[in-house]
Nanobody, 119 residues
């Protein structure tokens, strides 16, 4: 069973930066995509950023120009660099991987890491 482990969350002041990490227990070479989502209580989980196997990236409108997704295949890790953080970025951030498997694909989620932006 593939496992994803997020880290790097915490409390930061508005305008500050954080870097989240998502480490996979298996090689990410076979992943179709990896992505970061976030969720606040009472709302749906929203896509923040994603990176596909060929390296193309996607960002939600609210984070464009402030967040950056990247990967290190040698470390089986995807990162989310978050700059110019705002209070509205406060959420639990989840890592998701879509992996090729026999017969199709399967999604995996991490346990989440809390990001709180507050003065």
């Amino acid at each position: 069973q593939l496992q994803l482990a997020e880290s790097g969350g915490g409390l930061v002041q508005p305008g500050g930066s954080l870097r989240l990490s998502c480490v996979s227990s298996g090689s990410i070479f076979s992943f179709i995509s990896m992505a970061w989502y976030r969720q606040v209580p009472g709302k749906e989980r929203d896509l923040v950023a994603s990176i596909i196997s060929v390296g193309d990236t996607y960002y939600g409108d609210s984070v464009k120009g402030r967040f950056s997704i990247s990967r290190d295949s040698a470390k089986n890790t995807v990162y989310l660099q978050m700059n110019s953080l705002k209070s509205e970025d406060t959420a639990v951030y989840y890592c998701k991987a879509i992996k090729r498997e026999a017969g199709g694909s399967r999604s995996y989620w991490g346990q989440g890491t809390q990001v709180t932006v507050s003065s």
